[in-house]
């Protein structure tokens, strides 16, 4: 038997690619995501609030925002994945810790994997709380059978699912791969947010065969559900 989930329209953001006509370029091909560390405005939420995030943590709370504002979804659950999670962030905690022999407070505390989410719950005022997963070896299909496991036995009706990865700072050139085996660009900054449900309803209308459908990459996903 199939396994299905049902998942929404996504909400997206990437530098350089910005209206819904541009993402279908961008699924057709025909437009790229920029790899700069631009970042959205946030404009929602206090300047003192946003004053130090990073690009990662600035999408994510786009993209939450925009998810629950254009959906109506609600306060539910959220799951959170990325591949490398706040990285410029880690890279300055490590050189203070290389070069100052120390690590200040604030630095440690915003890189920590769970972040961006929870700067995303805080920011939107959710209290459902929220998962954080890692998959190992770029594998998203792992991740993403993870986020729907709930829904599919049925302990969750609903959650919003949250794909982030930032620029991969230029120190780590060639430390990390570059591209898939399907040649899927590693290092594309690029958010998505979508509710994704277990049952069919007006939100979730576009149906994932989690057995049949491509799920070897975030980006794999997001073409399909665009």
């Not at 929404?8 to 530098?15: N, V």
């Not at 890279?91 to 890189?111: G, H, M, N, W």
């Not at 954080?132 to 009706?157: H, I, M, R, S, Y």
């Not at 990865?165 to 780590?172: D, F, V």
Request: hydrophobic letters at 40%; one cysteine or more.
């Amino acid at each position: 038997m199939d396994k299905k989930i049902y998942i929404s329209k996504p909400f997206c953001w990437a530098p350089g690619v910005t209206s819904a006509e541009e993402w279908q370029e961008w699924k057709n091909g025909s437009r790229s995501i920029l790899k700069t560390t631009e970042a959205p405005a946030i404009s929602f939420t206090p300047p003192l609030f946003r004053r130090r995030l990073s690009q990662l943590c600035k999408m994510v709370i786009q993209a939450v925002h925009d998810i629950i504002e254009e959906s109506g979804c609600g306060d539910i659950k959220q799951t959170f994945v990325s591949t490398y999670g706040d990285i410029k962030r880690q890279l300055d905690v490590s050189r203070q810790t290389l070069i100052d022999k120390e690590i200040l407070p604030a630095s440690f505390s915003y890189s920590v994997f769970n972040a961006p989410i929870g700067l995303a719950s805080l920011a939107c005022k959710l209290k459902s709380g929220y998962s954080v997963l890692f998959p190992a070896e770029n594998q998203f299909k792992d991740a993403f059978l993870t986020a729907a496991a709930p829904l599919l036995c049925g302990d969750e009706e609903a959650q919003i699912f949250v794909f982030g990865n930032e620029l991969i700072p230029e120190e780590y050139s060639g430390h990390f791969p570059a591209k898939t085996a399907d040649g899927t660009d590693l290092n594309e900054p690029f958010v998505f947010a979508a509710v994704i449900s277990g049952k069919k309803s007006q939100t979730c209308g576009r149906e994932i065969n989690l057995e049949k459908s491509d799920l070897s990459s975030a980006q794999a996903l997001l073409r399909e559900i665009l």
